[in-house]
């Protein structure tokens, strides 16, 4: 079993930026991000393949968040800039055994307890 920490969220204006990371107790292989609004379903944001050579974004988030790894640290990150009032949400991180970059949730077999991200205007 993997556990999976997250942490960086918080509350911020629109138009700022937070870093979310998750530290995980054992190395995975992919690794994501997803965030739930109240009311909504969980969503894919963004994935990274083991080497990091791969990465995929929702295309709501493509060209304002960054997900990247430190496999050193078994430490996935997300840069999230310009962040808007719809970005507001709980994010989850998740890992997996694929080799590739799941984007679905049942892609991703370890998840994090969540962290709350609130962009304020």
């Known amino acids: 079993q993997v556990q999976l920490v997250e942490s960086g969220g918080g509350l911020v204006q629109a138009g700022g930026s937070l870093r979310l990371s998750c530290a995980a107790s054992?190395?995975?292989?992919?690794m994501g991000w997803f965030r739930q609004a109240p009311g909504k379903e969980r969503e894919f944001v963004a994935g990274?393949?083991?080497?990091?050579?791969?990465?995929l974004y929702a295309d709501s988030v493509k060209g304002r968040f960054t997900i990247s790894r430190d496999n050193a640290k078994n430490t996935v990150y997300l840069q999230m800039n310009s962040l808007k009032l719809e970005d507001t949400a709980v994010y989850y991180c998740?890992?997996?055994?694929?080799?590739?970059?799941?984007?679905?949730?049942?892609?991703?077999?370890?998840w994090g307890q969540g962290t709350q991200v609130t962009v304020s205007s």
């Open positions: 998740a890992a997996g055994r694929s080799l590739r970059v799941p984007v679905t949730t049942g892609g991703y077999d370890y």
């Open positions: 054992a190395r995975t292989f992919s």
């Open positions: 990274i393949s083991w080497s990091g050579g791969s990465a």
